[in-house]
């Protein structure tokens, strides 16, 4: 099977997974019960016919609880991700074409954001936020969070793109029969650059998937009482041992999620590389 072929499998492969995962949080609340409706008489049910996932300590439908939380999860992946290009390739694209001054000042940005790790930068960002932010939805608070946070691996690609291609004979040509720089970036580099950026979008779904399971989880994130998949698992971090699907569904939804995100920015990432023999010219996680 060439390397083509492979990246091909493993960019549907992905693609599937993230469509199964869209179609349930879809489809859910109308095949599944109510997320928050309480049965104290079905406490700590195994999955069965009737809840195919089994129940919480409240007596919760869990399939109904894990659908809910893929909702938000690729809500705020989404957003996050869409944010992050929206910041990363205007700042990666005007440091790679203009060089001097500006390529210093994003540079340095891109140094000071690096000096944090991401979710240290995310918690800090929450600790902060106006009055204006904290009004939001969570889901959407926690999204824009990590899209202000997440920004930095699609400027240094775009940057990178931009250099190179702004010394490319195309553009050259471009400027040479009076093209401005705007057009030159827009009709000329832009699209040469879209590799690096779906590659870095795919990749940043996943990313943020990650980050907002982790907050949900130390209860920083999205707020009960919404279902989400780190929440789920901060519920389950008691029962482990008697109740072992608490953790097994929201786990392997969680999974599930980040290999597709990963697959699918592996594959495109291959696909779209011109190189042969399998060198990397795109971005790597």
Do not use: K
């Amino acid at each position: 099977m060439s390397r083509r072929t492979g990246s091909a499998w493993g960019m549907w492969a992905g693609a599937a997974l993230l469509s199964a995962l869209a179609v349930a949080a879809a489809a859910g609340p109308a095949a599944t019960p109510d997320p928050a409706r309480q049965d104290l008489d079905s406490i700590f049910d195994p999955p069965s016919p009737a809840h195919w996932m089994g129940t919480d300590a409240l007596g919760r439908d869990l399939a109904a609880r894990v659908v809910h939380g893929a909702r938000v999860s690729l809500a705020v992946g989404g957003m996050a991700a869409g944010l992050a290009v929206l910041l990363g390739v205007p700042l990666g694209g005007l440091a790679g074409y203009r060089g001097g001054w500006t390529d210093a000042a994003v540079s340095r940005l891109v140094e000071a954001v690096l000096s944090f790790p991401t979710l240290v930068l995310a918690l800090a960002l929450l600790a902060a936020t106006p009055a204006w932010l904290a009004a939001l939805p969570d889901a959407a608070r926690v999204g824009l969070v990590l899209g202000v946070a997440g920004w930095v691996p699609v400027a240094r690609y775009v940057r990178g793109e931009f250099l190179r291609l702004s010394r490319s004979e195309m553009v050259q040509a471009a400027r040479s029969v009076g093209g401005g720089h705007a057009r030159v970036m827009a009709r000329h580099i832009l699209p040469s650059a879209l590799a690096p950026i779906l590659v870095t979008a795919a990749f940043a779904v996943g990313s943020a998937i990650t980050f907002e399971a982790a907050l949900s989880f130390l209860g920083l994130g999205v707020r009960p009482p919404t279902a989400t998949w780190g929440g789920l698992l901060f519920e389950a971090r008691h029962h482990v041992g008697r109740s072992w699907w608490l953790t097994l569904f929201p786990g392997a939804a969680l999974f599930a999620a980040i290999l597709g995100c990963n697959l699918l920015g592996e594959g495109i990432r291959d696909w779209l590389d011109p190189r042969p023999g399998g060198q990397e010219t795109l971005p790597d996680r």
